[in-house]
């Protein structure tokens, strides 16, 4: 891996790229964003290109390639009521890298419990709102909730929500969905007590699940073989040039690179080739690197 920086350095020249180039033998069918290759960098990088070959395959294979700084979802969330509805779940699947850059994989989960009983209206004076985020303990998965005070009572569902954005997860977690509730009018609402159907317990309710929040924002992806008997060489390259953005690894950032098969088949020979620079060189702007 690259390890200098020099902003005189041609970004057509030779001399600073790196390629690596993984074989692929162990692809299986009917996987999902499967974690096939980490790489911790720990000096600045940009992914010149990603590209993907093989001498044959039955199966439909796509890839995705995250930067991600670790405790950080790379699937989102999906948060909404439980059956039993003083409960809430996660119907998608969770994945995510851990700091140590351990990928790990959680299954969807049901009859979640709040880890306190929070309350929005406590004094039960008129109509208001409240935001309740949950977090995810990266070490083994387990879901917990957080609010900013123990009562909340925000005048709209806008000042409820601006209000959690400001509060972080506790140590080793990382927040993966949140919970917006209004109150009946003159009507305190518990967690764990009361329930969260709209016109039942609350007067409305949003459930949000995280995107994947990676520090990129985005990731590499799309569907680079299909099914064809002749060698099938596609590259994903730069879209976007001198701008900090999705193919930037920023210092001691993690490189994850996935796949996603279908259930019919498998790649013959599959193999992936990654390019990369040290960044930043000439012509790259760093005018959005804060």
Not at 74 to 79: D, F
Not at 93 to 110: C, D, H, M
Not at 255 to 273: H, I, R
């Amino acid at each position: 891996m690259p390890r200098f920086q020099d902003r005189n350095i041609d970004q057509n020249s030779s001399y600073p790229l790196r390629q690596l180039n993984l074989p692929l033998s162990t692809i299986a069918v009917s996987q999902t964003k499967r974690a096939i290759w980490v790489h911790k960098f720990t000096r600045a990088v940009k992914l010149h290109l990603l590209s993907v070959y093989a001498t044959g395959v039955t199966a439909a294979l796509e890839f995705f390639y995250y930067i991600t700084s670790g405790n950080q979802p790379m699937q989102a969330a999906v948060i909404v009521v439980d059956a039993v509805p003083e409960k809430y779940k996660n119907t998608a699947v969770s994945r995510y890298l851990t700091t140590a850059g351990v990928f790990k994989e959680i299954a969807a989960n049901t009859a979640q419990t709040f880890t306190a009983a929070h309350t929005i209206n406590n004094a039960a004076a008129g109509q208001v709102w409240g935001t309740i985020l949950i977090q995810q303990n990266a070490a083994d998965g387990v879901l917990s909730t957080k609010v900013i005070t123990a009562d909340q009572a925000y005048a709209t569902k806008a000042a409820a929500e601006a209000a959690a954005a400001t509060v972080a997860p506790d140590a080793g977690k990382f927040i993966v969905g949140a919970i917006t509730i209004q109150t009946k009018n003159n009507t305190k609402w518990t967690a764990n007590t009361d329930d969260m159907t709209a016109a039942s317990d609350v007067a409305a309710v949003t459930f949000y699940g995280t995107g994947a929040g990676l520090s990129s924002g985005v990731s590499f992806t799309g569907t680079v073989l299909t099914p064809s008997a002749d060698v099938v060489p596609v590259a994903f390259t730069e879209t976007v040039e001198d701008t900090y953005g999705p193919r930037v690894h920023r210092e001691n950032q993690f490189g994850v690179l996935c796949y996603t098969s279908d259930g019919t088949g498998a790649a013959v020979n599959p193999a992936v080739k990654l390019e990369f620079l040290p960044w930043p060189i000439r012509g790259d702007s760093v005018a959005t690197d804060v």
